[in-house]
C-alpha cells in the first residue's frame, strides 16, 4: 500500500507558489497507478492514459471551477503558451476555488492555477509568466528526473506528505503543519536539485512568455510580488520556499532575462473583466466585493453589475453592463441577467449574436441552448448543440444542456451518451457504463449512435483497467 501511495504522490508536487493548502483542498481519489509503471516517462501511450486518470480525478473534485466562460479562458491562455514552448505533449489546465497564491504542475501534464492566483496578478502576462514556469516544468521532464534522481530519498518523506494532504482536506491548518515537517526534513542534496529544476523552468519558461507575445516583464515582476507576499500576511509561503526557493539569483536573472527579450508584448483587455468575474465567483455567501481600487470606470462597472445580478437587482445590473463596453464577457454577463430576470428575448438576442461571432464556444452555446430550450424552441437547441466537438476539457455544462436537448426532441440514445460522457470526464466510470449499456437496449437504435456507444464502452475498459 505505501509503494502505491508513494508512486502517486511523486505525480503531485512541483509548483510556483505553495504545496501546502492547495493540494490538502484537493482531497483527490487516489487513482491505482501500478499498471503505468515506470513506463511513463518513455511511452506516449501510457503518459496519456496517465494524464487523464489525473485529469478526471481532478475535476471529480467540487475544488475544480467548472465555469465555462473561465475556463475557456485559462485554456485559451495555456495552450497559446504551449503552441510556443516546443513542448509536442498532452498539456491540461484546470483553475481550483482556491484563495492561495499558486499554480502547480503534475506528472501527466495536469497543470492547477488557483484563483486567488488570478486575484493576485495585476496584468495577463503575469499570470501567463507563472503557467509558463509550469508548462517548462512539464516540457523538461522535472517531475520524470526527480524520481530518477532521488535513489529514495523523496520516497523517505512521501507518506507523511501525502498524509498531510489528506489531512488538510478535513483540517488545513495541521495538513500544513504536517507538510513542512516532512520537506524541512529532506535532505539538502534534494533542496539543490529543486533549486535548479526552478530556474531552468525560468529560463525555458521566460521564452515561451515571450514568443507567445505576452511581456517578459510579467516574470520578475510577479517573482518580486510573491517574494512581498512571503514576508507579509502570506508569510505562510515561507514554508514552501523551503523546498522551491525563491532566491535573490532568480529574481534577478528573470529580471536581465526580460530586459534581453524584449517587452514588446501586449495584455489581454479581457484580463481585468475576468479577474472581477474571478472575485464575483469565489466571494463567499453575503460578502460583498469593494470596488473603491479599481481605475477603470467601465470594470468597476462590471464588477458592480455582476454584484447587483446575485442580489435581484437586474434593472440596474443591465443599465450598468450597457455602460460597461463590448466586450464578450459583459455580453455574456448582460444575457445572463436577461435570463434570471425571465427576460428570454433579449438574452436570446445578445446570444444569437454571439454564437455567429464566436460558433462552438461553450460559454456562449451553453447559456444560448438553455435559452431555447426554456422558450421551448427544442429542434433549433439540439440543431445549435449537436454539430459542436467536444474536447476532454470542455465544460460539464455542455454535456447538461446537450443531454436536455437531445431528450426535448425524443432522442434518448443521444441524451445516454452526453450524459456517459460527462460522467467520464469525472472518471465515473461505472455510472457511465451503466447509462451506455442503457443506450443499447433502446429499440431501433441507429448504427451510427451504436458505434459510437461501443467505442465509449471500449475507452472506459482502456483507462479504468482492474486491479491486478
Known amino acids: ?216 516583464s510579467g516574470m520578475p515582476l510577479f517573482m518580486e510580488k510573491l517574494d512581498r507576499l512571503s514576508n507579509g500576511r502570506y508569510a505562510q509561503l515561507s514554508k514552501f520556499l523551503q523546498s522551491h526557493p525563491l532566491s535573490i539569483e532568480r529574481v534577478g536573472n528573470t529580471r536581465a532575462w526580460a530586459n534581453q527579450l524584449g517587452n514588446s508584448g501586449r495584455d489581454g483587455a479581457d484580463f481585468a473583466f475576468i479577474k472581477e468575474k474571478v472575485r464575483s465567483l469565489t466571494a463567499r455567501g453575503g460578502q460583498k466585493v469593494q470596488f473603491s481600487e479599481l481605475s477603470n470606470q467601465q470594470v468597476k462597472n462590471y464588477a458592480q453589475a455582476l454584484q447587483l445580478t446575485k442580489m435581484g437587482q437586474y434593472l440596474r445590473a443591465q443599465t450598468l453592463l450597457k455602460q460597461s463596453g463590448n466586450q464578450k464577457t459583459v455580453k455574456l454577463a448582460l444575457a445572463e441577467s436577461y435570463s434570471k430576470q425571465s427576460n428570454y428575448t433579449e438574452a436570446a438576442k445578445i446570444l444569437q449574436a454571439l454564437h455567429a461571432k464566436h460558433y462552438g464556444e461553450e460559454a456562449v452555446l451553453i447559456p444560448l441552448v438553455d435559452n431555447l430550450l426554456v422558450a421551448g424552441q427544442r429542434q433549433k437547441a439540439w440543431n445549435t448543440v449537436k454539430g459542436v466537438v467536444a474536447s476532454e476539457q470542455t465544460s460539464l455544462g455542455f454535456y447538461e444542456v446537450k443531454q436536455e436537448a437531445a431528450r426535448a426532441v425524443g432522442l434518448t440514445g443521444e441524451a445516454y451518451l452526453a450524459a456517459a460522457d460527462r460522467n467520464i470526464r469525472l472518471a465515473e466510470y461505472q455510472h457511465a457504463k451503466t447509462q451506455l449499456r442503457a443506450a443499447q437496449r433502446i429499440p431501433n437504435i441507429s448504427g451510427g449512435v451504436r458505434a459510437r456507444i461501443d467505442a465509449k464502452l471500449k475507452h472506459i475498459d482502456g483507462v479504468d483497467k482492474p486491479k491486478q
Do not use: C
Open 1 to 216: 500500500m505505501l509503494n502505491k501511495l508513494n508512486r502517486w504522490l511523486l505525480t503531485l508536487f512541483l509548483s510556483f507558489g505553495l504545496l501546502t493548502a492547495a493540494s490538502a483542498n484537493l482531497d483527490l481519489k487516489v487513482p491505482d497507478l501500478s499498471e503505468i509503471g515506470g513506463r511513463t516517462s518513455h511511452q506516449a501511450g501510457y503518459q496519456n492514459q496517465l494524464s487523464l486518470k489525473v485529469l478526471r480525478q481532478f475535476r471529480n473534485h467540487r475544488s475544480v471551477v467548472e465555469d465555462p466562460e473561465l475556463s475557456s479562458w485559462l485554456r485559451g491562455i495555456g495552450n497559446r503558451l504551449v503552441s510556443q514552448s516546443g513542448y509536442r505533449g498532452n498539456v491540461y489546465f484546470l483553475l481550483a476555488n482556491n484563495s492561495e497564491v499558486n499554480a502547480f504542475a503534475t506528472m501527466g501534464g495536469v497543470i492547477v492555477i488557483n484563483t486567488g492566483l488570478i486575484l493576485h496578478a495585476d496584468s495577463e502576462s503575469e499570470l501567463a509568466a507563472v503557467i509558463a514556469h509550469e508548462i517548462a516544468h512539464v516540457s523538461q521532464k522535472h517531475l520524470d528526473r526527480l524520481v530518477a534522481n532521488s535513489k529514495g530519498s523523496v520516497l523517505g518523506t512521501s507518506a507523511a506528505v501525502l498524509a498531510g494532504i489528506l489531512a488538510g482536506t478535513q483540517d488545513s491548518q495541521a495538513g500544513s503543519a504536517i507538510i513542512a515537517t516532512a520537506l524541512a526534513a529532506q535532505q539538502h542534496r534534494q533542496l539543490d536539485y529543486s533549486r535548479s529544476m526552478e530556474s531552468e523552468a525560468d529560463s525555458v519558461g521566460i521564452r515561451t512568455l515571450a514568443r507567445a507575445g505576452f511581456k517578459a
